[in-house]
């Protein structure tokens, strides 16, 4: 993008910003009371423990230790989320959040989806944190896929493979039966 462009688009965002209030001005200043103040992560970005517990190898830990993510990054450590989800819950409160949005990792739960054996150890992870959201009065808020395909489901041909369906399937049935009733699924 050369830089007029970028100036122009910029100038563009200034103008809609300035517009928006005077448009919808009786919104601005209140907040329903239902109104769900949250914050989100993804699974990749925060947890860390790439290898740990039984997690196995997904499509962006193939990418980063490819060295193909900026300035050479991985998700490796990341956060460390992990081992410090309590300690992010408690930050999560002092910010005053009523909502987490996280995703869960199916190769920490699912970690070769070709037998769809289940990780006991993954799965407690997120059980963990949803019960220490709850003590906390946070709403837990689970996306059950946020882009980390498990690297043997690329390997045979990622979503182009129709049989990725019922490997999906079971991973979804497996998280619904776990968290189900306990979180809102987006
Ligand atoms: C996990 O990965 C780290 C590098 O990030 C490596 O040093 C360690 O040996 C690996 N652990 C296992 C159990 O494979
Ligand atoms: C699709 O996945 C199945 C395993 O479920 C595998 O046997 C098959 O070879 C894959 N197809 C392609 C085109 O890779």
Not at 129 to 150: A, C, G, M, S
């Amino acid at each position: 993008m050369d830089s007029d462009t970028l100036l122009f688009l910029t100038l563009v965002n200034v103008f809609v910003l300035l517009l928006l209030p005077a448009e919808g001005a009786e919104y601005y200043g209140t907040f329903p009371n239902n109104f769900m103040w949250g914050l989100a992560t993804s699974a990749h970005q925060i947890e860390g423990a790439w290898n740990d517990s039984g997690k196995s190898e997904h499509i962006w830990d193939r990418f980063c230790h490819a060295g193909k993510c900026w300035n050479g990054a991985t998700g490796d450590v990341a956060c460390d989320s992990f081992h410090k989800y309590m300690v992010d819950v408690q930050l999560l409160k002092k910010i005053g959040v009523t909502h987490y949005r996280f995703s869960l990792a199916w190769t920490r739960i699912i970690p070769n989806p070709l037998t769809g054996e289940v990780n006991h150890e993954g799965l407690n992870y997120y059980q963990k944190l949803i019960d220490e959201l709850q003590r906390n009065n946070i709403i837990p808020l689970v996306t059950i896929f946020h882009w980390d395909l498990p690297q043997t489901l690329e390997d045979i041909g990622s979503w182009a493979n129709e049989s990725l369906v019922g490997y999906y399937k079971h991973y979804a049935d497996v998280v619904f039966k776990a968290y189900g009733d306990k979180v809102l699924m987006i």
